[in-house]
């Protein structure tokens, strides 16, 4: 027998510019990205799918992007047609959207070298991003993310996908962007919920790898709540950097058994299921949390003074500890949710938890018993507050 | 403004094995390879699709691979439902297989760390390799290709697809599997044309870039044609070290304007469009080669000489140097094969041209009188022939 053995390795690099008012004339962060790419011979195209929702906030958006790429057209071309999307969760449910883009990407001529750009929350760069990592094997695709979730987690990140069946990112890629724009400025026209919802990832990577970040959110919980701009600034760069510096570190496609930055993440998943969606993401992470970091300390690993702690700022910035979706069906749904999880990640299973505020452990199994006690906790903890 | 950069490296690995007789129990290459993978706390899945057409001819095959994995039960747990999929490019323009092997990677739990096997001709590969791709953001695949040219060609590279609306390959990836099992008995049931078809990309290989590679194929030709097994055993092998060594030297996942291995494909993949796939890649490589061979000549690359060896050698093998379709409707329809060809690479136009036998060289123009000519030299080649 013989054996030709392959072995080779493709380089991903990007950048992550952030900045204001990204699509004035005299903000020249895209024109000088794209005359990076220029070349002679033939000019790239644009096309540009965007978050209905978002759009509906910023009426003058359209005529402020073609107006910006107007003056772009000795490097790129916009095509004519802005693929305006539903946004949320509801987009990566819907196949037809899916259909909708790879149209474009087909009817206006996009290749290889030309560019598709997603504006919106992670959904919308979800979906836009399977939609261009799967065209031609992949066209260039670059991410304008519009809230906090997405500009400091997965629109800096390398993943892609819909949901297939009901399975949160059933299908889709890993497929790096070339590169990210988060807009300081879009987020003014969040609603609170979402506003608050992208803090949760910052919680989450503050937990896990590094405590002094943690304290500065502890100590700026009020002025985030209340929504400083500039502290948000540095939250989602903050965030942002440990997210990216993750994926460099550690396994970009996730081939091994090594994990993405999932904390909080298997119930959060459930529970957005179990509520269809109405929990949002953040809010969902929040909980997860939350529920990960009571069953730490019964397990004997995080104090129960750290517990406080992280409960007191979850809380302070506006989330609730518990939601009573988690209770139902004796907890049983919850199983599932690790059942899931396992599945959606292969593997043995495995779950992080906080060995101390800034270091998570990991962990191959978890008790049925502690987690019901722990969503006891929460529960209390709620009946409490509702008491109080 | 701000920027972070991102970069990391991807590393993909992946053995090709060329062996005998694959799924008899003393053959122990599919057992040492998953043997490889085996990891305490959890069993791996193993998911099989079949080209229908090659189980047709070999009907004992089923019984074969059952026997085969209940003896590795130790290592990995064959799911009871063997995918069967009707083989050539049909299989590639319907959406509903695609929907079929996720539905299937779905109802048996693969997963990340789980196997999807496609075994089949490159169509059913392609085919397979998406499902695989998208799946869960990628399912372990491994390639066990039952034709010359998937095993010396397209079975060992790093892509996948489907095509939509008509276009060929529009849907894809670039994603390695995790091994190539070549099995050189599988070759024995093709019909001659199918037996023929992979030493076009042979010939196209040796042209650009081994002039001793082609000097042993004229060698050969006749017992090629004769169906000597062991010629075709170094053929292939041959072939595949080269394939590997360009994708491992290049770009493997074509993201500048570094080119695939396409001399002779752009002709190609138009003609086999234009006569409905009744002309077979293969087939259709090797009139895309003579076609390119003569305009190297009428551009001044090629001496008349080295035209005449390959066509000879073409020729000797039992490929035809033409067919009609070429020259309908005033070879409108080959120019816009060039354009096509131009979109889906992206970019600059790029065809591979020879400089001499042995060594290729890139243009970025073609012109279309002497396209014309070149297609008239053809067909009066293949008048003479008919007349002769």
Redesign the interface.
Known sequence: ???????????????????KRLFDVAND?LRSFFGSFS?A??QRKVLIAIDGGFLAHHPQLQEEINHYFSSLEDLVKLVPQLVVLPGGEAAKNDPALFDEL??AI?NY?I????FVIGIGGGAILDLVGYAA???????KHIRIPTTVLSQNDSG?GV?N?IN??G?K??????A?PVAVFNDLTFLQTLDDRDWRGGIAEAIKVALIKDQSFFEWIEVNAEALAQRNEEVMAYLI?RC??MH?EH??SGD???FG?SRPLDFGHWAAHKLEYLTDFQVRHGEAVAIGIALDCVYSVKVGKLTDAELQRILTVIQKLGFDLYHPKLAENDKINLRNGLQEFR??????LTIMLLDRIGKGVEV?EMDANLIAESVDYLEGHYANLMVG
């Open positions: 027998m013989q054996i030709l053995q392959q072995t080779f390795q493709v380089p991903y690099t990007y950048s992550i510019f952030f900045t962060t070349q011979g033939f790879v149209e087909d001529g290749d290889r070298h030309s990592a799967v065209s031609h094997r992949g066209v800096v993943k996908g297939y069946r399975k990112n059933f299908l889709g890629t890993f790096p760069h942002a950097e990216v994926i460099r970009p496609f996730e058994s599945e959606h990640l292969g593997g043995r191959h």
